[in-house]
């Protein structure tokens, strides 16, 4: 027992093992092998108390998995805030916090050395002005007290700005806070309006919910602010989920100029331009650590500008196989559709359709012409049509040889259409 | 200004709680403790909340002589917005469905209570690149006006009359008592999982898509008998899961096991050729989706089962061989 706190100082590393816990889901003890297994203990015991309820336990042949499993559609709040709710702090801390806003609850203002007396005398806790003084700052950049100045005296007041006083300003807020609460980014924030007024999500459900994008709110902002203020970032890029230690990474810097998101993947990047190879990439939000602001960027209104003019031929997020002109050759996937009885097909073509055009070139024919950057993209939506695919041109060879193969490796896969052995 | 800072942690908030009463018991503490806090919050809160000899305790409660107790100070803890949530209400006020659930004056005013207020982010900081282009419209008034009444309609359990255009251009009427409303962002869509009722009787779950209801009229009749969500979506789960195994090539693994987070799953890694099976459990109306994403992954993902899907999943292969004469 001695030793183990369930609270943490650190969001990275716990960040990690949640993010391992939720989207892989097979691992072992033995794999967790950044850190000692006594760190591995450890955070997966405050996972256990945080998430106890979304805990699974499987014996495997590899020995014990525990893996968090959520069904993301169909819960009212997004379990992962929890780690966000878990920070440490000290007995003095909470103290402070709770008599200092128990004194400025009158409503007046008052200075450092009557808060600290009145500490004393009204709650017989003894703390050095230094101490007060630190609190009232930090409060004062929380926005929970207001710092004046009153001739060289610095004097504090709390903050006006109650949740009561923007409650009874408009009766649907708690709905709308219900909603955009499980809304990411930072849903975590609304949700901590909600359990400050004792309220819950019990109506709104979100479908396609990657509840696991809250572990990335911290980084986020980082960039965000980068962004406002028009700077480039500094930070570590890991290739792959499974490789995040310090050895594998290496460092990279871009302008930051917008955060790319696909709503059916589930993947994230930073999109941003980058110096030392003059072109815009994309970096996933949840691959890169480290993330600090460095030095403003005089060019960055032109760089957006020119990311912007891009944009119409990015089928996802990449700027693969742009040649210098901006020109590619545009893939033209022909399909197979019965106008009549499949209607809903073209439906779904127009709404999931970008960077193209559908035209029809025949009874029941139609060409898709998707004019981008990186052909092989689209590959995956392509598949998507499986059955109705008649030809697939332009583009480039590697793309048209992947589909054909792919559709000959299938093939195969189900050659033997009902009877698998299922592990 | 992070959200992860003490101020907004299970500890300060229970504190906050049990100093906002006059007066209690050591159970309820630990009550409180008990459903407020983690899993393991009672074994180290209640000793910092109850007063100890030794004064290790933070000095919130003294006992009185009937050993009740009562909190050292004199107000209710006061719940003041912080900076970093007046940023996200500003940020919040500026997409456009919250007009779903403010009238355009209240969103006017909220922006002018929050003054010089910075929203936290911005919608144009962001970009979809994959979301579907025919979103509902949420700056229509007669949209926003059958939200708002399909919202109340869940509170009280009304049941509504609903005229509804369906997928296949029918019109449709019909009686149903709306249950939940569930957003999209892949859709960019509200659907209302409701219970059709036929008389007075249950005829079943139905999905209706908000953007699709003409009009909404409040029968004045209520459900009585109220059926709990999680009944409710039971009955409309797959019965086996989807078993679909995952080939380690092109880092489908990674790719597979990202995208299908949000569904409930089980998995399991052969270490020798590093290939992972699936379970997925699905909800039965999604199937023709699921199948469809599935196929996305070409043949680094083959569909093991039930039976049934990979026999959609192989008619559509055999089908797509024949077009393309392989």
Redesign the interface.
Known sequence: MSGFSELIKNFDKTRDHIRDFFIYGFKVRSDFSRKSSRTYDDERRRVESWLGDHIRYDNTQRGRQISLTVDSGHIAEDPLYQAYYAKSFTDNDIRLHFLLLDLLADGKTHTLRELTDRLDTDYAVLFEEQTVRGKLREYTGEGLVVTEKHGKTACYRLSADTVDSFWEMCAGLTDAVRFFSEVQPFGVVGNSILKCIGAQNDVFLQKHHYIVHTLEDETLSVVLHAMEEKRYLTFRVFSSRSALTDASGHDARCVPLQIFISVQTGRRYLAGYVPEYQQFSAFRLDFIREVRQAETCSDYDRLAEQLHRDLPKLFGVSFGMRDPAGAVEPLRVTLRIREKEEAYVLERIRREMRSGTVERIGQDTFLLKLDIFDPKEALPWIRTFTGRVLSVEGGCLSVRNQFYEDVLRMQALYKESDHVDIP | ?????????????I??KL?GRERLTEQEIRETVQKEG????V??LPQ?LLPQKDGSD???FRRTKDDALVP???????????????R??R??LD?P??L????EA?RL??LG?LGETKP??QQS??????????GDPYEDKSYQQIFRQI?TA??KQSVLAVSYRS?RKNQLYLHCVPL????????DKF?V?CIELRGKRSAGAILLNLGRIRSVRDTGEQREKRLS?ETY?QKLRCKEPA?VKVFPER?AV??F???F?????????N?ENGC??VQL?Y?RQDETELL??L?????VL?I??P?EL??K?????????R??Q?
């Open positions: 200004m992070s959200i992860f800072h003490e101020i907004y942690g299970v500890y300060y908030r504190a906050g100093l983690f899993r393991d919050s074994l180290f910092k933070w000095g919130f050292v100070t004199k107000h209710k803890p006061p719940q003041i917005l912080t900076g970093l949530q007046k996200w209400l940020a919040v997409d469905r919250i779903l659930f403010l009238t209240e005013a909220l209570r936290l982010f900081q962001f970009r979809y690149t994959d979301q579907f282009s025919d919202l869940i509170r997928g939940k409303l569930e957003y999209s962002e892949k859709n659907r999982y969500a979506f078993v880092n990674e790719r096991l990202m995208e987070a949000p569904y409930e799953k089980r998995t399991e890694r270490i992972c099976t459990w909800d469809i994403r196929l996305g992954f070409g043949p083959e093991l089962g039976p990979r026999r999943a192989a008619e559509r292969v055999q089908m797509q061989c077009l393309l392989l």
